[in-house]
């Protein structure tokens, strides 16, 4: 699976964007998905994520209730869309994904990564 994220951009707080990541090379379908971000001179942290099993999302808790994980079997895309973004979310955000159909917030259980979007919030 190869995957491209795109959608990022500088975005005044309060504002919003809307990522997307295209898979390409097999269907998403039944694959666990997740975008995780790397502010500067830090490791990667999960955001968000859906599970190929049921479907079912999860955040992070510092996002909750502002962003919102979506996937669209159809295009083979998955979206992040963020609302109320603040300056603490400027980070580069990627997309993965993984075999399995459980939910995970460990990068390392993610085999397929996107090449990551930047995402710049101003105060």
């Known amino acids: 699976v190869q995957l491209q994220a795109s959608g990022g951009g500088l975005v005044q707080a309060g504002g919003s964007l809307r990522l997307s990541c295209a898979a390409s090379?097999?269907?998403?379908?039944?694959?666990?998905v997740a975008w995780f971000r790397q502010p500067p001179g830090k490791v990667p942290e999960f955001v968000a994520g859906i599970t190929g099993s049921d479907g079912l999302t999860y955040y992070t808790d510092s996002v909750k209730g502002r962003f919102t994980i979506s996937r669209d079997d159809a295009k083979n895309t998955l979206y992040l869309q963020m609302n109320s973004l603040k300056p603490e979310d400027s980070a580069v955000f990627y997309c993965?994904?993984?075999?399995?159909?459980?939910?995970?917030?460990?990068?390392?259980?993610?085999?397929?990564w996107g090449q990551g979007t930047q995402v710049t919030v101003s105060s």
């Open positions: 090379g097999r269907s998403l379908g039944g694959y666990s």
């Open positions: 993965a994904s993984r075999r399995g159909w459980t939910a995970s917030r460990l990068p390392g259980d993610y085999r397929y």
